[in-house]
């Protein structure tokens, strides 16, 4: 056990000397100035219905500006024509990528992101559904220079999903009025996890070097480059809204590169009661009291309008 240690303390420092470059560039970074704009990426694949109740719960909780970007995968035909018709209903306030368009993730995201201010982003998955109002010309106007702003976060969070297990609230956790403020490399699961494509939110110029040095096929994959960069950003200082604005409920999984928790929801019934004319009732999430970041619960659902 302690061979394998040394070994993973090794490796980690390696690759840290190897990648010198990328860090100071990412530093360098964190001394620069961004305009007041933020923007957000969305990863999606076969759950054109929950994607609808995700982009359905970020308007109807958005206050300010936030550009908002699709980037979705279909694996067949009728799962694409779903995709069109979300597109259709969101068509003047979102912009939809068919990442099959391009050769590779990377690619895309790499054009998607040099396309965006250079302002401040962060990422969100398709099961995700917003809870609270965000205020996003604040949160635009935060300095993340040492700081990393999680969505996600809030104090009532005390069981992580993803291990099931109860999970302590950071002993440096404090309340600074309307957030919390905490360290991350004290912190433990959830709450020790500083590199999620879960709404943290990061500088766009730092997001545009992670997808230029970090090699990666897939929204998974990403996030697991990005713990490559965790002994970067782990002394950095977390910060969130006292009560957590989003929850993911992994009712399904569409990926097959992690072995994650999920439910028995799959998407493909989805898609057909989507045919059948029904959505997702999100407005029924509207200030959910979540215990996780991941919680599984009961989809009710509404006809489309």
């Not at 029924?284 to 489309?304: A, D, L």
Request: charged share 20%; proline share 2%; glycine share 6%.
């Amino acid at each position: 056990m302690q061979l394998n240690r040394v070994k993973s303390f090794v490796n980690q420092n390696l690759w840290g000397i190897m990648h010198y470059s990328l860090i100071h560039q990412i530093q360098q970074v964190w001394r620069s100035k961004s305009t007041p704009e933020m923007s957000t990426i969305v990863f999606s694949k076969d759950r054109a219905m929950q994607l609808h109740s995700l982009l359905s719960s970020f308007f109807d909780t958005k206050i300010g500006e936030c550009g908002i970007i699709v980037i979705y995968a279909a694996s067949t035909g009728v799962h694409k024509k779903a995709y069109d018709e979300v597109a259709a209903i969101f068509h003047n306030r979102v912009k939809f990528v068919d990442q099959g368009t391009f050769s590779s993730l990377k690619n895309c995201l790499s054009q998607m992101v040099s396309g965006l201010p250079n302002g401040k982003m962060f990422f969100l998955v398709d099961d995700i559904v917003f809870t609270e109002k965000v205020d996003y010309q604040k949160l635009a106007e935060l300095d993340l220079s040492n700081t990393i702003f999680s969505i996600r976060m809030g104090e009532h969070l005390n069981y992580s999903y993803v291990v099931s297990k109860r999970q302590p609230l950071p002993q440096t956790l404090a309340a600074q009025g309307d957030y919390l403020v905490w360290n991350w490399n004290e912190g433990a699961l959830d709450w020790g996890y500083p590199m999620s494509v879960d709404g943290h939110i990061f500088l766009t110029a730092e997001v545009l070097l992670w997808i230029k040095h970090l090699e990666f096929s897939s929204p998974s994959s990403f996030e697991g480059a990005l713990q490559k960069l965790k002994i970067v950003y782990n002394s950095k200082r977390g910060m969130s809204y006292r009560k957590s604005r989003i929850v993911n409920i992994p009712a399904n999984k569409v990926q097959n590169e992690v072995a994650n928790l999920h439910g028995a929801v799959h998407q493909d019934d989805l898609l057909q009661q989507w045919n059948e004319g029904l959505a997702i009732d999100h407005a029924r999430f509207r200030g959910w009291n979540n215990y996780s970041v991941h919680q599984e619960t009961e989809f009710k659902f509404i006809r489309r309008g």
